[in-house]
């Protein structure tokens, strides 16, 4: 791909931006974390994601395919979240790793004995240290980064790309079919 | 890019698998589509989004972003939506264009003389036939594409970075700044 | 209670009025009902709820406490909701009983072959039609609710307080104590 | 009302549990501290409502009917919420009054200089501290209450109906009809 290839105008220039960044962000191998993730996952007993506002977001999209592949999956603050136990796991989001309630919800897990996978943007934050595995993603700003993908925009959208491609890895691991997942796809009124 | 440069394990296969099919989808020139659409965008007095599923949640993602511009922006079906009235718009996404509340959003708001911008994979859909302006993003499913990127995550991702890039080009035609946005981010707690 | 004993403001006399006549509306005997809609929420394999609007909301406030009785129970439209199939039931909460996609959920529920239990003010309505118990709160209109009870509100906290006695009813049921709840209590942040 | 016209069942013994103590909750005069709070609802700039849980839905509801009554009004957490300012008001519902969250939206609203109505049932609480304006809601638990109203529902379902009230005391300081307030009512789909 080539940004010169790109339609005219800001919108394709910003998309343009946002492969070139995201295909740098993927592109750092992962793959060990990735590998614990997946097994944290697949053996908990209850799966729970947290995040708040646009990365909040990016960890519904991936609470939505695990209940499709198949596992107890809950999204913290909705309405019939129950209470996280010993044997269970939290996957939190969050780009500085300080928002209060996320190191909340991490510290609570580990304290009643559930694993804590994070995404997130600082390695040395509270949520990090919280964490049994850590997925890092760093999108350092610059000043075309300030007009092109503001504020979180390359965390939120790499999230989302990340946990697609842990989605792809699960679903294999659990020897789950695209027909298997639209066999459990709910009701969309 | 090459997808050799890319880690081992399905969830890098996965990721770039997905960069590559995202790059191809975006390089389609939308941008008279897009101008259109920014111009309905920032003179609507109030601004509605509307999706299902994980449709909905790459509308949400926009909406945070229309309201870190300063624009009046509400997602239909939370709390605190109020009526859509004449001279505003409404920017739905769905994949089929089939969704029934997805067409039903659309029908009473060109009723009451309200703009409809929509996303979707159908130009023949109900939903585009409703809408003033469509953007069309088109994934056609393949062997791989069920494995690596099931169900409509294509469609979704590319709404995401799609409407990521219209959030640049609204930006740049408000004469926003990050700091601007950062200005009016909510309190997250 | 008289409403004379009241303090004096339009507040006051708003609550005093809500009170009057939900004693009215909950002296109504529904005990068939109650009996039916109790074994069939008891004896689900998973359940659901819904509704637009404070009807949703007052679904929700339910569906938080049939979590916390050990109920496996999802509210349609959240993250995390998986399909409907055989053996499952569905509370759906809406006055008119003619919202779209109350009517759209109800029948897609019976279609897979599980249970439908509505909670309307229309006996007569197409969801009623489509359950196999009604819960009716028939909450006629004056002058005066206009101005103490506007809109639905009368149904609505009508809901909220037959629910809350279903609740009792289920927990005595299934043997459940009041730290039993709390123990299934999920985190709040 | 007398307990002995109620139909026989342990719903119908919660809810006329329900109707008796909500009765003397709401017989208490707030009507000064109502007068105060539908001044502050009236005069925001915009208006804030939060909560966690069951109180999250009460304030919930409270909003939709602000809402209609034309003011504008954002719950803390969902989609669109803009950042709170200097001239604008906050509603915050919890019982205990010492959920961190809560606490921290009140802590932020008084230092950008918005004025806090707390709803709790602890008036030595860090929430009740960093309100403007406090509305009282005890309700002390007893054996019977632990089965017949278990956890707080007897808080919440009084926050709902002393609410209501205070949407019909705002209905009239605005000199608002049901019709207006039926007029701004949101798409339900």
Redesign the interface.
Known sequence: ?TRA????????????Y??EN??KI??????KE??ES?TILTSAKKLFVYG???SG?AA??F??????LGID????????????NDGDAVLIVSNTGS???AI??AN?ARRVGAKVISVTGHPASKLAHASNVVLLIQSNGDAIQ??????N?LF??AT???L??????V??KLGQ??AD?????????
Chains 1, 2, 3, 4 share one sequence.
């Not at 300030?146 to 504020?151: D, E, H, V």
């Not at 997942?181 to 009124?189: D, E, N, T, W």
């Open positions: 791909m290839a790109f339609p005219v105008g800001t919108a394709a220039a910003s998309a343009a946002l492969l995201l295909t993927l592109a750092v191998d992962r793959s990735i590998v997946v708040v506002g646009r977001l519904r999209a609470a939505m395919r695990m209940v499709q999956c809950y999204f913290i603050g909705e309405t019939i979240t129950p209470v996280v928002t209060m309630s909340q919800v609570i300030s007009r092109l993908a503001p504020l925009t939120e959208d989302v790309l990340l697609d491609g842990v989605v792809a890895q679903m294999e079919t695209e997942m639209r066999g459990r796809h709910a009701i969309m009124v």
